[in-house]
């Protein structure tokens, strides 16, 4: 199932997970249901085989966003990133997802496909704020699990409680009132 459009708009954000650079973080929002990722026989097999059980994680990141419930650890948009914007979140922190969705990163965790600590494994958009928003990531993801919009930075700032609006002008249509 592709990640949906408005999966942050109207909503409450149920983690953050924040970079050690103290500047940067991205929201995590709620679930959409477990999709993909129930249904993946490797991404299965992985979360038995560390003991832990399947739950509804949600999307990490707002203007890069990851369905970590879709996610089933192919690690293309990793391949595919030209900035790095992701990281296997298990090759720098090997904690059950439910619990990366509060923690902070370094930011060190493996940007190389292959290196995946297993298929319970998620990319997660570490570096959301390098982002160049040429939607590799996007184009190459087998279960449709990202979606890359600019345009929802308002949700992300609204969260944060950061967002500004920007005065009208105060002209008409015509340059004028």
């Avoid at 997970?17 to 999709?35: N, R, T």
């Avoid at 298990?90 to 990163?105: G, L, S, V, Y």
Wanted: proline share 6%; charged share 25%; aromatic share 8%.
């Amino acid at each position: 199932m592709p990640i949906l459009e408005d999966f942050c708009i109207d909503k409450e954000p149920i983690g953050k997970i924040k970079h050690a650079d103290g500047e940067h973080f991205h929201f995590v929002w709620p679930s959409q249901g477990l999709v993909e990722a129930s249904k993946d026989d490797k991404t299965l097999a992985a979360y038995k085989a560390n003991g832990e059980e399947m739950v509804p994680l949600g999307v990490s990141g707002t203007m890069v966003a990851i369905d970590w419930d879709s996610c089933i650890g192919d690690g293309a948009c990793i391949e595919a990133c030209p900035v790095q914007v992701f990281q296997w979140y298990r090759t720098e922190k090997n904690i059950p997802a439910i619990d990366a969705i509060h923690e902070t990163f370094e930011g060190t965790g493996s940007d190389v496909k292959e290196e995946r600590k297993d298929f319970s494994d998620k990319a997660d958009p570490i570096r959301e704020h390098d982002c160049i928003w040429c939607m590799a990531c996007v184009s190459v993801c087998p279960p449709q699990a990202v979606l890359v919009d600019q345009g929802l930075q308002e949700w992300h700032e609204k969260a944060a409680g950061t967002f500004v609006v920007m005065p009208s002008s105060g002209a008409g249509p015509h340059g004028h009132d």
